[in-house]
């Protein structure tokens, strides 16, 4: 059965995982209902020279052009979208990620404050029991912003930041990506070989 995963993209550094994320949860046959915040969009810009349609429509239709031929679907909501399903315990999805995450963004959601989308469906997704991983990109770390983690992680949430590895030798910018992309798909569940496994070469 396919998932129904929510996607946020925020205005941290690192837009490639998210949209990397994306393409892999449409070629799995997900679900995904995307939520961008406004900064995402300066972030997209600056770091990918990628202008993403402000308009949820718009902004589908880009996504179908840029992923053609998969399986899963994609639907993106405004920022106050109250009527989105994610707004309710009851239109929940399977799991939540936010990737990237932005400090401002983790605490809020740390703080149950729900003031645009994004925020309420973190809330709805810890309240109702459901997966939520946040993939902070930031260094370093200040103690308000650990304690806001620990909070969360108490609290059930996947705290899964966006430090790859270096075991599988990358040689390219995009397997650096994909080392964090494929963590975030065995959080979710979802099979990938994006990477390899440790120890997978041992003879």
């Excluded at 729900?114 to 309420?120: C, G, K, T, W």
């Amino acid at each position: 059965m396919s998932k129904t995963i929510t996607l946020a993209l925020t205005g941290a550094s690192g837009l490639a995982y998210g949209l990397r994320l994306l393409e892999c949860l449409l070629a799995q046959g997900a679900h995904v209902g995307l939520l961008v915040s406004q900064a995402a969009h300066v972030v997209a810009a600056q770091e990918l020279q990628l202008t993403l349609p402000a308009r949820p429509a718009e902004l589908e239709a880009w996504l179908r052009q840029r992923y053609p031929g998969h399986s899963g679907s994609v639907r993106a909501y405004g920022r106050e979208d109250w009527f989105a399903p994610v707004a309710s315990g009851s239109g929940a999805s399977d799991a939540m990620v936010v990737c990237p995450c932005s400090m401002g963004t983790l605490a809020a959601i740390a703080q149950g404050l729900s003031d645009n989308l994004i925020e309420r469906a973190a809330d709805v997704a810890i309240k109702e029991g459901r997966k939520l991983i946040l993939v902070p990109r930031e260094t370093p770390f200040s103690a308000l912003h650990l304690e806001n983690m620990l909070k969360l992680a108490r609290l059930g949430t996947v705290i899964l930041p966006a430090n790859p590895g270096f075991y599988h030798h990358p040689r390219r910018i995009e397997e650096l990506v994909d080392f964090i992309v494929a963590r975030i798909l065995d959080q979710l569940g979802m099979q990938n070989e994006l990477v390899p496994r440790w120890g997978g070469g041992r003879q």
